[in-house]
Protein backbone atom coordinates (compact mmCIF):
# COMPACT_ATOMS: atom_id res chain seq x y z
CA UNK A 1 0.00 0.00 0.00
CA UNK A 2 2.87 2.28 0.56
CA UNK A 3 4.34 1.75 -2.63
CA UNK A 4 1.03 3.59 -3.94
CA UNK A 5 2.53 6.60 -2.40
CA UNK A 6 4.96 6.82 -5.34
CA UNK A 7 2.70 6.87 -7.89
CA UNK A 8 1.15 10.50 -6.28
CA UNK A 9 3.95 13.08 -7.42
CA UNK A 10 4.08 11.12 -11.26
CA UNK A 11 0.01 11.72 -11.48
CA UNK A 12 -0.27 14.91 -9.92
CA UNK A 13 2.28 16.15 -12.66
CA UNK A 14 -0.07 14.67 -15.56
CA UNK A 15 -2.98 16.13 -14.45
CA UNK A 16 -1.74 19.74 -16.06
CA UNK A 17 -5.68 20.54 -16.57
CA UNK A 18 -5.90 20.85 -13.30
CA UNK A 19 -3.41 23.22 -12.84
CA UNK A 20 -2.55 24.87 -15.67
CA UNK A 21 -3.53 28.12 -14.55
CA UNK A 22 -1.76 31.82 -14.13
CA UNK A 23 -3.16 32.32 -10.69
CA UNK A 24 -2.52 32.94 -8.06
CA UNK A 25 1.23 34.38 -8.23
CA UNK A 26 3.94 33.92 -5.94
CA UNK A 27 6.71 36.08 -6.79
CA UNK A 28 5.47 36.79 -10.08
CA UNK A 29 5.30 33.12 -10.83
CA UNK A 30 2.24 31.69 -12.53
CA UNK A 31 0.61 28.68 -10.79
CA UNK A 32 2.21 26.32 -12.95
CA UNK A 33 5.36 27.13 -12.32
CA UNK A 34 5.59 27.06 -8.52
CA UNK A 35 3.43 24.25 -8.28
CA UNK A 36 5.53 22.41 -10.30
CA UNK A 37 8.91 23.52 -8.43
CA UNK A 38 7.43 22.92 -4.67
CA UNK A 39 6.11 19.29 -6.14
CA UNK A 40 9.80 18.12 -6.94
CA UNK A 41 11.03 18.53 -3.04
CA UNK A 42 7.80 16.84 -2.29
CA UNK A 43 8.49 14.00 -4.26
CA UNK A 44 11.35 13.66 -2.71
CA UNK A 45 9.55 13.82 0.87
CA UNK A 46 7.43 11.00 -0.39
CA UNK A 47 10.68 8.71 -1.54
CA UNK A 48 12.06 9.35 1.54
CA UNK A 49 9.20 8.30 3.89
CA UNK A 50 8.12 4.98 1.70
CA UNK A 51 11.85 4.45 2.27
CA UNK A 52 12.40 5.02 5.63
CA UNK A 53 8.69 2.59 6.20
CA UNK A 54 10.60 -0.26 4.64
CA UNK A 55 11.15 -3.36 6.82
CA UNK A 56 15.06 -4.21 5.99
Do not use: C, D, Q
Request: charged share 10%.
Amino acid sequence: MKYLLLTLPSLATLLVPFYNVAEPRLFGFPFFYWFLIVLIPLSSLVTYLVYKGEKR
